[in-house]
Nanobody, 121 residues
């Protein structure tokens, strides 16, 4: 299984980025997908989650209203559109896959390698 995250980069505060995560080696539509981030010197935190069908999403309060998670099951890809970026959004962003019927919502089965997002103020 591979989860390949991309789309990170350096952006000015107020700008936008769209992260992508391409999955292979798994039946993508059987997995909920999440985006996480780890700011420098801090613990990893959940950013957003989308259900396997894409019909249900949830967001951390810190990004709610500024970010949109979506997925394309035909392309085995999940996206995170981030707008109105702030310096505090600077982090390594990771995508992860969780089996759809998992009883442990915090347990993800597969992780991508991360993509760096740096927001300059």
């Amino acid at each position: 299984v591979q989860l390949q995250a991309s789309g990170g980069g350096l952006v000015q505060a107020g700008g936008s980025l769209r992260l992508s995560c391409a999955a292979s080696g798994l039946t993508f539509s059987n997995y909920d997908m999440g985006w996480f981030r780890q700011p420098p010197g801090k613990a990893r935190e959940s950013v957003a989650v989308v259900s396997r069908s894409g019909s249900s999403t949830s967001y951390a309060d810190s990004v709610k209203g500024r970010s949109t998670i979506s997925r394309d099951n035909a392309k085995n890809t999940v996206y995170l559109q981030m707008n109105s970026l702030k310096a505090e959004d600077t982090a390594v962003y990771y995508c992860a896959a969780r089996w759809w019927s998992s009883t442990n919502s915090g347990k993800y089965d597969y992780w991508g390698q991360g993509t760096q997002v740096t927001v300059s103020s």
